[in-house]
């Protein structure tokens, strides 16, 4: 193997720890704009001119990737992305990341979820100060097919339940989340 300068732990600048954070708020927020449906917020997320790849169901510029979630996501009554780790490279203006990710999804009926065990290959490039995504590509690891438990609150009566699009409790919980841009 070649050597791994770039992933070995080294002396970070102020500069460096800004930039790493800043990728880890873009993925934190691409795993929300999914979850809440918020295809605008999602939109900003990219370069103008980014793609994504999720092959065998996507794969090309990220406007067309945008227009194809919506009918994607409608067979799904709830979403969870989470990135487990992120592993940065950082070069100037241009970024790679592996971020180990969980998604987790729930068959409108409620009866089953879905969970895709896997990890984005991420390029990222800082434009005019504000680094974005220029091409995300998903690999899948592993997969799970499970039943679900019924009922939406397993004993715990009261609690708020999250749910696709504007409606989640969280925009009212979090106002400055459902802010226009």
């Given at each position: 193997m070649s050597e791994h300068r770039n992933l070995a732990p080294h002396p970070m600048t102020v500069d460096e720890m800004v930039a790493r954070e800043s990728l880890r708020h873009l993925v934190a927020a691409y795993g929300h704009a999914i979850d809440r449906r918020d295809w605008s917020l999602l939109r900003t997320l990219y370069h103008p001119d980014a793609t994504d790849d999720h092959t065998p169901y996507y794969c090309g510029p990220v406007d067309g990737y945008i227009a194809w979630l919506p009918t994607m996501?409608?067979?799904?009554?709830?979403?969870?992305?989470?990135?487990?780790?992120?592993?940065?490279?950082?070069?100037?203006?241009?970024?790679?990341g592996e971020i180990a990710a969980r998604a987790w999804h729930l068959t409108l009926d409620g009866s089953r979820q879905f969970v895709a065990w896997?990890?984005?290959a991420d390029h990222y490039e800082?434009?005019?100060?504000?680094?974005?995504?220029?091409?995300?590509?998903f690999i899948l690891d592993h997969a799970e097919d499970l039943p679900a438990q019924t009922g939406n609150d397993f004993g715990s009566a009261g609690v708020a339940t999250g749910c696709a699009g504007e409606d989640d409790p969280v925009h009212?919980?979090?106002p400055w989340?459902?802010?226009p841009l």
């Open positions: 996501m409608a067979n799904w009554r709830a979403t969870i992305h989470t990135a487990v780790s992120a592993l940065i490279v950082i070069e100037g203006d241009h970024a790679q896997g990890r984005y800082r434009r005019d100060s504000v680094w974005r995504f220029a091409k995300r590509s009212v919980w979090l989340f459902s802010r």
